[in-house]
């Protein structure tokens, strides 16, 4: 893995805190100056500990130290899982001379079992002797559980400032905001308002686009932070930049001429997105953080337990948002359309069934074509084409470690994107065992 680039201002470390067993399990981030901030938190109706805290502490806009144990996510404990999480605020900040409101606390493991106080005090407290080194390296090994690889990414931008990010996940990810967590830092300077705005713009577009086994974790969390400590100029992301890029696609947004695979042009806005007011540095800023999160989220799919192969499902000619998104969802989150795939098997009844539950939106099933590589594997008999695959072709693309699946609803101009993963017997083998 290349040499990560590193935002001035900031300190992180990963060591071992003896929670589980002797890999590392215990982490920190800090900014030499407190930082405008924003964070994306689980939608379950069973918060972990720490999310529940790190809402409190992030609501005005300042964040300085992301404090992180695995192996133990704190979850459904208790007066006791709440008061060990704002304890390690308060440790944190009491060892690096801060407020403890500043602090953001962390957790991902087994659900339900009170994690080890006692080391956990022990390494709260060791914050400010640990903290030497800008090592994002360690602290990114320390935040993993049942991944295979660690998850990073960074780019420097010309004005000088730094996007890193990095991430956590493997299995437990449906995030609609998977476990997944993620931390973006930067030495950029941004207000805390527009940040939170462009980093649920991103978050929507990627980290909740993404499903490895369409069960939502208790603890997942995206954090960004700008600190300002490069001096460049300050950026801004507005509501009305945000609303006018909602309906344009990735190719767009990441300044990639082409337009996105297999749809014809004029289905898509010919005019320039980008509002004039918009400087060429907030444009850089936000399509990094967007590059971030995108990478960050696919690595995540590709790290899925036991997983085997990826697939991307690219839904086009919805009569609406809501619809593109529904049947999207509903794809990438089967288990027969998932089997399918790990048997590299092209069978588009699998993909029909996905669709054809959908419920609630007006879908019509005879305008619908669906491709797979570059084949036309199924067409509706009011789409006026006729699917002549050619199997041996379609079973060779199956075959690939990544997969392209193109479903076109015939009806309307709305379009959306997901990534998934394959379901396969290690992935029931490794959740069986996962406690013991």
């Known amino acids: 893995m290349s040499e990560l680039p590193r935002p001035a201002g900031y300190l992180a470390s990963g060591w071992n805190a003896g ?86 606390p962390s957790s991902t493991g087994v659900i339900g079992r009170l994690p080890p106080v006692d080391r956990i005090q022990a390494a709260c407290q060791e914050a400010s002797q640990r903290l030497v080194t800008a090592d994002f390296e360690t602290f990114n090994q320390a935040m993993m559980t049942t991944d295979a690889f660690a998850k990073r990414r960074g780019y420097t931008l010309s004005d000088g400032s730094v996007v890193l990010g990095l991430a956590k996940g ?40 993404i499903s490895v086994d369409s069960d939502t974790s208790t603890s997942d969390t995206v954090v960004l932070m700008a600190n300002g400590a490069a ?18 696609p990735l190719e767009v947004l990441l300044g990639d001429p082409l337009p996105l695979p297999g749809v014809e042009m004029d289905r898509l806005e010919r005019s320039n997105p980008w509002p004039d007011h918009l400087n060429e540095a907030s444009l850089e800023f936000f399509r990094a953080v967007l590059r971030c999160c995108l990478f960050l989220s696919r690595e995540i799919v590709r790290d899925g337990e036991g997983a085997s192969r990826f697939f991307e499902v690219l839904v086009v000619g919805a009569a609406s948002e809501s619809m593109a998104y529904k049947v999207g969802r509903s ?18 009844g699998r993909l029909i069934m996905a669709i054809g539950k959908v419920f609630d939106e007006p879908i019509h099933p005879g305008q619908i074509k669906i491709y797979t590589g570059k084949q036309l594997l199924y067409a509706g008999r009011e789409s006026g084409e006729e699917a002549r695959p050619d199997l041996q072709s379609l079973q060779a693309h199956f075959r690939e470690a990544e997969i392209k699946i193109k479903i076109d609803l015939g009806i309307g101009l709305h379009f959306d994107r997901f990534w998934s993963s394959d379901l396969t017997a290690d992935y029931v083998r490794l959740n069986a065992d996962y406690t013991t």
Not at 176 to 204: E, G, I, K, Q, W
Not at 331 to 348: E, F, M, Q, R, Y
Request: net charge negative; glycine share 6%.
């Open 170 to 209: 493997a299995g437990m990810i449906e995030p609609n905001m998977a476990t997944m967590l993620s931390y973006l830092v930067s030495d950029a300077s941004m207000p805390a308002s527009d940040l939170d705005r462009l980093l649920r713009f991103c978050v929507n577009r990627s980290f909740n686009r």
């Open 331 to 348: 794809v990438i989150n089967s288990p027969l359309v998932k089997t399918a795939i790990h048997g590299a098997d092209p069978n588009w």
């Open 19 to 104: 929670i589980k067993d002797s890999s590392l399990d215990f982490g920190v981030i800090h900014s030499r100056v407190p930082a405008a901030a924003a964070a994306v938190f689980t939608r379950s109706h069973f918060p972990g500990h720490p999310v529940v805290v790190g809402r409190e502490h992030v609501a005005d806009g300042s964040l300085q130290t992301i404090v992180i144990n695995s192996k133990n996510a704190n979850v459904a404990n208790g007066s006791e899982g709440l008061d060990l999480a704002r304890n390690m605020c308060r440790w944190t900040a009491a060892s690096l001379g801060i407020s403890e409101s500043l602090v953001l």
């Open 231 to 248: 001096g460049a100029q300050p950026l801004e992301f507005s509501e009305a930049t945000a609303q006018l890029l909602s309906s344009q």
